[in-house]
C-alpha cells in the first residue's frame, strides 16, 4: 500500500487545517490508519488512529477535542481535521496504515508496516 498525505502548509494559530492521506488500494478499507507528527528535534509521536471500519478511534492527549479523524472507504482517503491550532502542533505530519494492528498497539509507530511521505504544518502566532 502506498499512501500520500498532503494538505499542510502554514496557518495561524486557533487556525484550522485538514490534512489528507491518500492510499493506492481499495483493501485500505480493511486497514487501521493512523496520523503521527514529528516536530524538530523530537521524537514522532501518536496523533490519532482510526479503526478499518472508523467506528472506532483514539487520539493522544495533547489533541482531543481539537482534532477528528476519519476515513473515507469508498475514496479509499483518510482525514486528519485539525481545528484550534497552536504553536506546538508545528511538525511534520505523516500518515500510516496497517492491516494487522490490535488497539492497543495503535499509537506504536513501530507496528505500522506502511507510511505517507509526511506533510509539513507549520503554525505561527
Known amino acids: 500500500v502506498q499512501l500520500q498525505a498532503s494538505g499542510g502548509g502554514p496557518v495561524q494559530a486557533g487556525g484550522s487545517l485538514r490534512l489528507s492521506c491518500a492510499a493506492s488500494?481499495?483493501?485500505?478499507?480493511?486497514?487501521?490508519m493512523a496520523w503521527f507528527r514529528q516536530a524538530p528535534g523530537k521524537e514522532r509521536e501518536f496523533v490519532a488512529a482510526i479503526n478499518f471500519s472508523g467506528g472506532a478511534t483514539a487520539y493522544a492527549d495533547s489533541v482531543k477535542g481539537r482534532f477528528t479523524i476519519s476515513k473515507d472507504t469508498a475514496k479509499n482517503t483518510g482525514y486528519l481535521q485539525m481545528n484550534s491550532l497552536n504553536l506546538e502542533d508545528t511538525a511534520v505530519y505523516y500518515c500510516?496504515?496497517?492491516?494487522?494492528?490490535?488497539?492497543?498497539?495503535?499509537?506504536?509507530?513501530?507496528?505500522?508496516?506502511?507510511w505517507g511521505q509526511g506533510t509539513l504544518v507549520t503554525v505561527s502566532s
Open positions: 500510516a496504515a496497517d492491516s494487522t494492528l490490535i488497539r492497543s498497539s495503535w499509537s506504536m509507530s513501530s507496528t505500522y508496516d506502511y
Open positions: 488500494e481499495r483493501t485500505f478499507g480493511r486497514f487501521v
